[in-house]
């Protein structure tokens, strides 16, 4: 584990970021990401300096295929983390607050055909005839 890692996971573990547990080094298909919150889906990384433009290529891979099973990838640079750790968390937990409000968020019911009526009184009415 980096600095940086070791630094956010500080911050991270035991619940302590609103309530929501992570995992460190979770694998996930053939991936293992630094953190990961299960009950939101969000994968954290923080990338140093390798991750820069030799890198962008498997990351841009990783990121695809890991949305594809709905995991949501947040990123942070080692030296955001180090020198701006508020910053950092603050805009995990905007990600984080998104993530649970769309997951709380009840679908629409759709009416049924035909404006939402059942045929049980056409049925019934029907019945009542003969």
Known sequence: MTDAEACLWRALRRDQLTGF???KQHPIGPYTVDF?????????EVDGGQHAEQRKQADDRRNAWLAEKGVTVVRYWNNDVLSNMDGVLSDLVTHMERLAQAATTPTP???????????TAVSAKKGNES
């Open 109 to 119: 019911t759709l009416p049924l055909s035909g404006g939402g009526r059942t045929d």
């Open 21 to 23: 547990s992570f995992r």
């Open 36 to 44: 990961y919150c299960s009950r939101l889906g969000l994968a954290v």
